[in-house]
């Protein structure tokens, strides 16, 4: 059984994303599921980072992301590529930012709390598997060090993933 380590009061950000990457790798081990790790990710994350409401994974199916495990609120079910934060950043294959969600055009509201919102697409080889979305009810809660952060834990995410069908992205796979 896994137990998280508490955060130092002052802990910077970069050292608290370090922390909750070494954490989630132990706490992935050697598991391959996808629904086991996405719901363990999320459940780390939103016990880990500060001022968050909501943490989840969509997963990529055809040209829509349907809802996957998740901490938080009932959610949105299935939004398109291109529409909203998520569909935004799925078909933009790059992360997004968010400040003020109401200042986002198109912005789909499945939590009327949430204020800001980042959204990290999940990619392996160029291949769309899925975006972590993570929701605050502060506004201009993320910045480039979340961003930073959070493409990290995407990657240690990923590396869980690795299949035959499927290359290992790791750091330690890329030193082979």
């Known amino acids: 059984m896994h137990s998280l380590s508490r955060v130092e009061p002052g802990t910077s950000k970069n050292e608290l994303y370090q922390q909750i990457c070494e954490q989630l790798s132990e706490l992935l081990g050697d598991e391959k599921n996808f629904v086991a ?95 972590l979305d993570i929701d605050s009810a502060s506004v201009n809660r993320f910045d480039d060090e979340d961003r930073d952060g959070l493409e990290s834990i995407g990657a240690v995410f990923l590396a869980s993933q690795a299949t035959n069908d499927m290359p290992d992205l790791s750091e330690e796979a890329a030193l082979r």
């Open 37 to 131: 790790n996405a719901a363990n990710t999320s459940a780390l994350l939103f016990q880990s980072l500060p001022d968050v409401n909501w943490v989840g994974f969509y997963v990529a199916e055809g040209r829509e992301l349907v809802l996957g495990p998740f901490q938080g609120k009932p959610a949105c079910v299935r939004i398109r590529f291109g529409k909203g934060v998520c569909g935004t950043a799925a078909s933009q294959q790059k992360t997004l930012i968010v400040p003020d969600v109401s200042r986002f055009p198109g912005h789909i509201v499945c939590d009327p709390a949430s204020q800001s919102e980042i959204a990290v697409p999940l990619l392996n080889w160029g291949k769309l598997l899925g975006v």
